[in-house]
């Protein structure tokens, strides 16, 4: 074996890390590990000259290891790898200590945060002894995509795709595109029409010979990976197989139902209406009561089920600026009614929205705050005396007052939940979930619309409340996405898949029964296990699982895995022992 | 000098880790006791690790995988559920409280979870108190 030289860079990451880690003293304590040439440590890793350093170090001490004590891996390991590549390194070679996420900002301890930083560099360092040079694999990208979700989302990112010339399947689960878009009659703040807007762009959907529309279509299972993946779907009673290269998941979003909060009365008093509800009205051209009145008095209640522990935390982002419209549209509709607007927080963010909430606050519109947690507003039906159909009782929050307000027709606005599909297309597509439901990004700032998933993306509402121009903008940059990986015709693929040792399979087959891909098939005239590195997705639980130690999850073998452990608790001891 | 537990946690790639990672990225603060390491999976936490971890001076270890029906891999994390149950009877035949190995379940949205299971954990080893199987590894040999 040749003579291991490994460098080891010990990151800043500014004042992130070396606030409560002693990057110095990490470095000169690692330098004295068997193998290690060279310890430095530098303010930022992860810069062009972070990088250069290393590269430079590759070269000047023949360096063939590379570790790096900074961030997660998740964030910055192929930056790191790429460096090594230019070095002329394989990129495999190396290996990152994560002392910021798991160290410097989530111990308060400097000392002992120095100690542990210490220990997980030895056993980056005992682990990266035994890395490998692996070979990377490319495969060919199947051009077509698939679609999930034909709302503003879905079609925008196919009409993107399809009009660069690639074939997209936009499959949709109900009877027509449009999504929940389609639903609302004006944009906000700028009131445009959702029904002209939406209208054109399924009449250029349809009129697309590179989109193929499924309606009344679902996914109910998925093959494949990255470049390749297949799917059937039934489409007129036939099965249907499709094969794409690319997936974006646009399935949108659910209205919170307001039945479960007892004070607002939903579905029982019949004048209060949800804020779909409400926008099916002003698309019908009338603002009424159930029976045919025009209201004296509008309310619009803000907040419901969004910004309240008991349903959801988050803050739904379209209300505010939803409401201000109502409130608008009311007062063009019915020049002589009292507006209400209760709102917890007035948060209508976002081009235009300030200024709507100003236009509207001169319009004679009477803005009420209560607040979220002591109490929400609560709504009853009037008395014969009352000239209205409904009080509604609050504390007003600015005043300190507890006050009532007349009510013809009250106004809900609904917060935006994960839709009812998503936890069953989240298990389909290898998509991650947050707790709420909606799909999580690969990395919230540096990676929003790309998933956990090679090869599947997300857009809209499905990720997180959006409005229709920021989901827009996602779905584009998802087509941007697809369309790289499809114009360069192939991607580089992870190559960490297992490896059967032939001298060592007995032909158990254990393997075969816990692989989860059916990667592994049965060689009858070897009488040993073969792995389809094709198929497989590198989990490694067959090599954890094989009882002669045949199977080698590569990247991840046992002698790596346990060189890091004895690396980690080796220093811990030592330390402690000082 | 009071016991400072030594802990070695396997986490998964996919949400565990990256629920860690929220833990630091959300400023949250937890026991300093744990030392991380990453696999890409539940599944391929070897025994062999968990035992070797104990044998080199763990006082405790602590698995973390996906939520049931969330693994990436489909189903890895069942299959450490089924090991996890094995070796916990198997470590207290060899002399090691079961409790010392702990298996949960975090999703990568579950940071405070995971910084709450971390300083609870390594609250229930320092009870326990040092495990005691390294010296008796260190003795027979």
């Known amino acids: 074996m040749e003579e291991v030289r490994i460098g080891v860079y010990v990151c800043w990451c500014g004042n992130n890390i070396a606030k409560m880690v002693d990057v110095q003293d990490v470095a000169m304590e690692v330098e004295t590990l068997p193998n290690v040439v060279i310890a430095r440590d530098y303010k930022y890793m992860c810069s062009d000259p972070g990088q250069d350093l290393i590269i430079s170090d590759i070269k000047k001490h023949r360096l063939n290891r590379v570790v790096v004590s900074a961030c997660s891996p998740r964030i910055h390991e192929l930056t790191f790898r790429k460096a ?9 070679m190396f290996e990152m200590a994560n002392i ?3 160290v410097s900002w989530v111990h308060n301890d400097r000392e002992e945060a120095t100690r542990k930083a210490k220990s997980l560099v030895a056993a980056a360092i005992n682990r990266v002894c035994w890395h490998e040079s692996l070979e990377k694999r490319s495969v060919e990208i199947n051009p077509a995509t698939l679609i999930i979700g034909g709302g503003i989302s879905g079609i925008t990112a196919a009409l993107e795709i399809a009009d660069a010339g690639k074939q997209v399947y936009l499959v949709e689960k109900s009877a027509q595109l449009g999504g929940f878009a389609s639903k609302m009659c004006l944009t906000s703040p700028f009131m445009y029409s959702t029904t002209q807007m939406i209208r054109a762009k399924i009449n250029k959907v349809m009129n697309n010979p590179n989109i193929q529309v499924l309606l009344n279509t679902q996914i109910e299972e998925l093959s494949g990976y990255l470049g390749n993946f297949t799917t059937t779907v039934s489409e007129d009673g036939r099965d249907l197989e499709l094969k794409f290269g690319n997936i974006i998941v646009t399935i949108g979003l659910k209205a919170f139902d307001p039945s479960v909060i007892e004070n607002y009365k939903y579905g029982i008093l019949p004048d209060v209406v949800t804020s779909l509800e409400f926008e099916g009205m002003l698309k019908a051209g009338k603002i009424e009561t159930r029976d045919g009145r025009i209201p004296r008095h509008v309310a619009v209640i803000h907040c419901v089920g969004s910004r309240n522990a008991t349903y959801h935390d988050y803050c739904s982002r379209l209300c505010c600026k939803n409401a201000l419209k109502y409130a608008n549209m009311v007062r063009a509709a019915i020049p002589g009614a009292n507006i209400f607007e209760m709102y917890a927080d007035m948060r209508a963010m976002g081009n235009g929205c300030e200024e709507l909430y100003s236009v509207t606050s001169k319009k004679n519109v009477m803005f009420l705050m209560f607040d979220q947690h002591n109490g929400l507003p ?6 014969p005396k009352d000239n209205c159909d409904m009080i509604i009782e609050l504390d007003e929050k600015l005043s300190g007052e507890r006050i009532e307000v007349p009510a013809d027709l009250v106004i809900l606005m609904v917060a935006i939940e994960a839709h ?15 707790g709420n439901q909606f799909f999580i990004e690969r990395h919230p700032k540096l990676d929003p619309v790309a998933t956990t998933t090679d090869g599947v993306y997300v857009a809209g509402s499905c990720q997180a409340p959006k409005d229709i121009p920021d989901s827009v903008a996602q779905a584009r940059a998802a087509a941007a996405r697809v369309l790289c990986t499809i114009s360069k015709g192939n991607v580089e693929v992870e190559v960490t898949t297992a490896e059967v040792n032939e001298d060592r399979c007995c032909g158990c087959q254990t393997c075969i029964s816990v692989c989860p891909y059916t990667a592994i098939t049965f060689d009858e005239e070897k009488s ?5 590195e094709v198929l497989c997705k590198g989990c490694g639980t067959c090599g954890s699982t094989c009882p002669t130690g045949a199977i080698r999850a590569q990247h991840f073998t046992d002698l790596q895995i346990l060189s890091q452990i004895d690396g980690l608790l080796e220093k811990s001891m030592e330390l402690k022992e000082v | 000098m009071e016991f400072e537990p030594t802990i070695v946690s396997f986490l998964c790639n996919w ?18 006791n744990i030392r991380i390491i990453r696999t890409m999976c539940s599944g391929r936490v070897d025994p062999t690790f968990v035992l070797e971890s104990f044998k080199k001076g763990a006082d405790g270890i602590l698995i973390c995988g996906c939520h049931p029906g969330d693994c990436h891999y489909h189903e890895g994390n069942y299959k450490c559920l089924r090991r996890y149950h094995l070796l916990k009877k198997y470590i207290k035949q060899m002399g090691i409280e079961p409790e010392r190995l702990h298996l949960e379940w975090i999703s990568a949205s579950e940071g405070k979870q995971f910084a709450e299971l971390v300083d609870r954990f390594t609250g229930s080893i320092r009870e326990l108190g040092p495990s005691r199987i390294k010296e008796v590894v260190n003795t027979l040999s």
Request: net charge positive; with cysteine; aromatic share 6%.
């Open chain 1, 84 to 92: 090594l590549e230019h070095a002329g390194l394989n990129p495999y």
């Open chain 1, 100 to 102: 910021r996420e798991h």
């Open chain 1, 378 to 383: 609560e709504i009853r039906k009037a008395g």
């Open chain 1, 420 to 434: 009812e599909e998503a936890k069953r297309l989240a298990q389909v597509t290898g998509v991650s979930m947050c």
């Open chain 1, 528 to 532: 040993v296990s073969v792995v389809n």
């Open chain 2, 15 to 32: 949400c565990s880790y990256t629920g860690a990672d929220l833990a630091g990225t959300s400023r949250l603060k937890y026991a300093h």
